[in-house]
Structure formats: structure tokens, C-alpha cells
Nanobody, 119 residues
């Protein structure tokens, strides 16, 4: 089991940057995959970026080149650096942890942090 707490959201102007943080209650290297998702009003939740325990990363095509996912094992925290933000990036951003135990997968979600891109 793991608890996730996101922070770092807020209001930013188009073209600006934000860094989101996701603090986990356990060693993040024991978590198979950690990811950032977002959900805009009226839309489905979608993947933004993910990082596997071994360090491999994956990015949504819409965000490639504008976001970077990273982690700090000493702080058990995963970050999402977002640059060149656009109004369409406005959404609630969620952190997810997937823990694989034998053949069973467990997904845990944070409470989300609001990102609003507007002038």
C-alpha cells in the first residue's frame, strides 16, 4: 500500500512553467511504475508521463518535449516539470503508483492538484 500527496499546482500564464511533486509514503523504487495523469473537465483521465522502477520513462505524444518526469529516492518523491504550458494543459493532475505483487496489480492515486493555464 502507498499514500500519495501531490503539490505544486496553481495558476500560470501561457508559456510558463510549473513543477509538480508527488510524495510517496514508501520507497519509490519498490513501486513498479509511477505516473502523472491529468483530467480536464468533460474529458477522460489521460497519461502525461510515467517512470518505471528501473528508470525507463514514457511520455504522452501531446506533452513530449514540454514535460520531464524525474524522481528523488531520498525524498520518495516523483516530479513533473512542465514547460511551455498552454491553456489546453489546464486540468487536475494526478499521481498514480502501480505496485505489482506476483500477478496482481494495485493502483493507488493521489488527490490531485489543479493546474490552470490562463492569462
Amino acid at each position: 500500500q502507498v499514500q500519495l500527496v501531490e503539490s505544486g499546482g496553481g495558476l500560470v500564464q501561457p508559456g510558463g512553467s510549473l513543477r509538480l511533486s508527488c510524495a510517496a509514503s514508501r520507497n519509490i523504487f519498490s513501486i513498479s511504475v509511477m505516473g502523472w495523469y491529468r483530467q480536464a473537465p468533460g474529458k477522460l483521465r489521460e497519461l502525461v508521463a510515467s517512470i518505471q522502477s528501473g528508470g525507463s520513462t514514457n511520455y504522452a505524444d501531446s506533452m513530449k518535449g514540454r514535460v520531464t518526469i524525474s524522481r528523488d529516492g531520498a525524498k520518495n518523491t516523483v516530479y513533473l516539470q512542465m514547460n511551455s504550458l498552454r491553456p489546453e494543459d489546464t486540468a487536475v493532475y494526478y499521481c498514480k503508483a502501480r505496485i505489482v505483487n506476483a500477478t496482481i496489480m494495485y493502483d493507488y492515486w493521489g488527490q490531485g492538484t489543479q493546474v490552470t493555464v490562463s492569462s
